[in-house]
């Protein structure tokens, strides 16, 4: 005898009306990386950003630049973003994040350049103190140089 019949055979309407709910719903695993097709919002001041964040456009993740392909704090990631495919630094999370490295509310990146250069000359929100760490040995490893957009960063948390 199945768990349904069995307790709709104890004829208590609240425990069968939840057994017959609850059977219509899949439920999966929460998927809280950055991955492909991932919204994304802009979070400096370049003219394309600006743009697409205004027609309530944001930009999605069609690829992430590493073997795992799954996007940290710090990773580089190639958006579509109006009809266009730019680079991008990501420079906050919503998933839950490792020690020392803050949660935000929205999945933040920096638009850049093929070496790494800003678009944007100005960050509005706050990044993540550790990401300076984590650009300085990128900045080392890869050739790019991306201690500038350290320096367009206004605070940090």
């Known amino acids: 005898m199945s768990l349904k019949n069995l307790l709709q055979s104890m004829r208590s309407p609240a425990i069968s009306n939840y057994v017959t709910q609850s059977s219509r719903f899949h ?5 809280n990386e950055i991955r492909k097709l991932a919204r994304l919002r802009v979070v400096d001041n370049s003219d394309i950003g600006k743009r697409a964040m205004a027609e309530g456009k944001p930009p999605k993740c ?3 630049y590493n073997k795992q392909m799954v996007a940290k704090v710090g990773d580089k990631v190639l958006v579509a973003i109006k009809g266009q495919k730019k680079k991008a630094i990501l420079v906050g999370c919503k998933q839950k994040q490792q020690p020392k490295i803050p949660k935000f509310d929205s999945n933040n990146v920096v638009l850049i350049d093929d070496n790494g250069t800003p678009l944007g000359t100005r960050i509005h ?14 900045t080392q490893a890869k050739g790019a140089d991306y201690t500038k957009l350290l320096g ?4 940090f948390v």
Request: hydrophobic share 45%.
């Open 27 to 31: 439920t999966s695993a929460v998927c």
């Open 62 to 64: 069609i690829h992430v």
């Open 125 to 138: 929100v706050p990044i993540p103190t550790i990401l300076r760490t984590i650009l300085k040995e990128k």
């Open 152 to 155: 367009i960063a206004s605070r």
